[in-house]
């Protein structure tokens, strides 16, 4: 069965430093992996994607993810963060084109000035 | 063009009651899904439509819980017999495979 964990329900960062969001996932076939962004009382909005090909995925916002399948990993990362980051992230898990994505529990990104 | 979109936005109704939700996909998608967002379990799946026909139905929680897709367009999730529980955001998703588009939810609150 697929699943997603994503390390850390909460996570803050400093205006310009680094941004790392955390996620490791399971699943039985070649996954299709995919990070959305909620901002607060808005929709899902697709950040970033992974089907096949580059192991590296650019995202919208200068987000970026790679997947390493030994470490059946897809962290999230941006250089440097802006106080517009600041909302819920979540990394996500399908077997296919089709089917239906399977969610991790979320991490909230906080900016700090 | 058109995004995803749900109706009503906000739902508010009395134990007991049954509710009717409602999403409209992106035109001439042929994927629709159904999701609800609470705050003790995340977003959860809840059934897949290609066309009309639901192949995976497999996150309905209960048999209170149907949806139906007519003209390979708009559903209608409906929930029967609510309970406090049922409270949640109910998103719907359309996809041409791929990416699934989000509508903006609807928020349903049982009292």
């Known amino acids: 069965a697929q699943s997603v964990t994503q390390l850390g329900s909460h996570v803050s960062v400093s205006e310009g430093a680094l941004v790392l969001l955390r996620c490791n996932y399971s699943?039985?076939?070649?996954?299709?992996l995919f990070w959305y962004v909620q901002y607060p009382n808005q929709g899902l909005q697709l950040l970033l994607k992974y089907t096949t090909g580059a192991t590296l995925v650019k995202g919208i916002n200068g987000f970026e993810a790679e997947f390493k399948k030994s470490e059946t990993s897809f962290h999230l990362t941006k250089p440097s963060a802006h106080m517009s980051d600041a909302a819920e992230y979540f990394c996500?898990?399908?077997?296919?084109?089709?089917?239906?994505?399977?969610f991790g529990k979320g991490t909230r990104l906080h900016i700090l000035p | 063009g058109a995004g995803v979109s749900q109706s009503p936005s906000n739902k508010v109704t009395e134990k007991g009651k049954d509710v009717e939700l409602r999403c409209d996909p992106i035109?001439?998608?042929?994927?629709l899904y159904w999701y609800r967002q609470s705050l003790g379990q995340g977003l959860e799946f809840l059934i897949y439509f290609q066309g009309n026909s639901a192949p995976d139905k497999s996150g309905l929680p209960s048999d209170r819980f149907s949806a139906e897709r007519t003209g390979g367009s708009v559903s209608t999730l409906t929930i029967q017999r609510t309970q406090q529980e049922d409270s949640a955001v109910y998103l719907c998703?359309?996809?041409?495979?791929?990416?699934?588009?989000f509508g903006p939810g609807t928020r349903l609150t049982v009292t």
């Open positions: 996500a898990v399908s077997d296919g084109p089709y089917d239906k994505i399977i």
């Open positions: 998703a359309s996809s041409l495979g791929g990416e699934q588009y």
């Open positions: 035109s001439g998608h042929t994927a």
């Open positions: 699943s039985s076939v070649p996954p299709y």
